[in-house]
């Protein structure tokens, strides 16, 4: 099959699925994923012991099952011996301390090693929940776990889709909206004095710059960049307008248990906000953005992100049913890495679990310490933010946008113009700049070309067996007139019984 023109065919193949939102072409097709609750909960007041109970849900089952043992199972933290390696900053310690304890009763390890098997090769979504008498727990770095079976990383495992899980209790329904639909407010607060405290000035700029690199072509609005200050009745008033996504860039300090962010006033001055009181504002809201993002800078404080890290839960139960904070002292190289690795995986199909842990493998693979300080506190059971619309794309179309989406690294004018595709995809003048641009890149990359060439046979192809193939309408009855199909092809007069309708294939 003849494919004379390849920008042309290839804008013929993506227009129809741009101008249903772009998420047909980011989408892949559902991966069945098994899914592992472990809740543990408080066997008494004062008890340093915790019952453990676990359910499974099997891939493409409606039904969930009982792992491991059918009798209580109890596991025994020294929170003593956690805090001084955490003071010490032993992370592998730590690490093998908190997951000696938590899989020591062979029920929990045989729980988790079943769950491994049911899912087989497929991603294994494993939520930890801690009961109301457990809420204490969620300052543990539980991020630090290894694998009982072979002792690697388990949220550095890309197939292991790790969170804490918060079951719902009352408040805020969660509602999604398409992906098109969706919104972003990226705040960042570096308010004047921050010295004084012996803390660092937040790169504001850097932080909103990275923000909308990572988020793209959803819609973002910024915060803190300009005149208007990040301070509490600032970002609640923009949250008002029904933001879907919230990346707040702010230093967070813990005293006497509680956790504070470090916003502005109307000066610009240090505006101190406790963490419950920006859950009441949260949970105030019509519409609570679907996920929360709380970064920290390198220069953080050694309560920073005990501080974040006990928002986290907080915001989660006033509405937002996704929140990720960082824990620990994480590096500005790190969050800057990991935050693009993070959008750009949930961009293609909105599953923050998905994401955080494809982010956390990244870190890990490039050596960096700090892979696990990134935490996902969520009660959402699918791990989605936002609902698919319209059809998603035959693969071969899909491969063809990835390939294009690809290559637009390191040329501005070619993103460029496929953002404006993306934009308005009807555009005369958008298509004519991205088919100028994509035959630029087709003479550099010959490559590219055969590979475009491809695919675009294959996706015609598959339309054209099936427009080759025919149309058969029953009619019932008598029908009077003319029936018209195919390429104004007519048939005229009394028809009845049946009609096969041949329409000739596409070139």
């Not at 994923?33 to 499974?56: P, Q, T």
């Not at 004047?192 to 793209?216: H, N, W």
């Not at 920073?304 to 937002?320: I, Y």
Request: proline share 5%; charged share 25%.
């Amino acid at each position: 099959m003849e494919v004379p023109n390849i920008p042309q065919a290839v804008l013929d193949l993506l227009k129809p699925y741009l101008a249903r939102g772009r998420e047909s072409l980011d989408g892949t097709e559902s991966t069945p994923v098994a899914d592992l609750e472990i809740s543990l909960h408080r066997r008494s007041a004062g008890s340093r012991a915790y019952s453990v109970e676990s359910r499974f849900t099997p891939p493409d089952s409606a039904s969930e099952i009982r792992l491991g043992a059918d009798t209580a199972v109890e596991v025994d933290f020294d929170l003593d011996a956690l805090r001084e390696l955490a003071a010490g900053s032993d992370w592998n310690g730590y690490g093998d301390e908190l997951s000696s304890a938590f899989f020591e009763p062979e029920a929990v390890k045989l729980a988790f090693g079943q769950a491994i098997a049911r899912a087989g090769s497929g991603p294994l979504r494993l939520r930890l929940l801690f009961g109301p008498t457990a809420q204490d727990l969620h300052s543990l770095y539980w991020e630090t776990l290894y694998n009982p079976l072979d002792h690697t990383l388990l949220s550095a495992n890309q197939n292991i889709l790790f969170s804490r899980y918060l079951a719902s209790a009352g408040g805020h329904e969660v509602t999604l909206r398409t992906k098109t639909d969706v919104k972003a407010l990226v705040a960042a607060a570096n308010p004047a004095g921050l010295d004084e405290f012996g803390l660092s000035p937040v790169d504001t700029a850097g932080e909103i710059t990275r923000a909308r690199q990572g988020l793209k072509t959803i819609r973002t609005t910024s915060l803190g960049e300009n005149s208007e200050r990040c301070s509490l009745s600032n970002l609640v008033r923009r949250l008002q307008d029904g933001y879907d996504i919230l990346y707040l860039a702010a230093h967070g300090s813990l005293l006497k248990g509680q956790a504070w962010l470090w916003l502005e006033d109307d000066q610009g001055k240090v505006a101190r906000v406790s963490g419950d009181e920006l859950a009441s504002q949260i949970r105030a809201l019509d519409n609570p953005p679907l996920l929360v993002v709380l970064a920290v800078c390198e220069s953080a404080r050694k309560d920073e992100g005990s501080a974040l890290q006990s928002v986290g839960p907080k915001l989660c139960e006033a509405g937002s049913p996704a929140v990720v904070a960082m824990q620990g002292k994480i590096s500005m190289e790190s969050v800057a890495r990991a935050m693009p690795v993070f959008f750009e995986k949930l961009l293609r199909d909105g599953q923050v679990d998905r994401a955080l842990a494809s982010a956390r493998s990244a870190l890990a693979a490039g050596g960096a310490l700090d892979f696990w300080m990134p935490v996902l506190f969520m009660r959402l059971k699918d791990g989605i933010i936002w609902r698919k619309s319209g059809d998603i794309a035959p693969e071969p179309v899909r491969q063809i946008w990835r390939l294009v989406s690809d290559k637009t690294q390191g040329r501005p004018s070619l993103e460029s113009a496929l953002e404006d595709l993306v934009a308005v995809p009807t555009d005369p003048d958008n298509q004519e700049v991205f088919s100028i641009q994509l035959k630029k890149l087709l003479r550099d990359d010959t490559q590219l070309a055969s590979r475009l060439t491809d695919l675009i046979v294959e996706s015609q192809k598959s339309a054209g067996n099936t427009a080759a193939g025919g149309t058969v309408i029953n009619v019932a009855g008598d029908v009077v007139g003319g029936i018209t199909f195919g390429n104004n092809n007519a048939s005229f007069g009394d028809n009845s019984g049946t009609i096969n309708i041949n329409n000739p294939p596409r070139n």
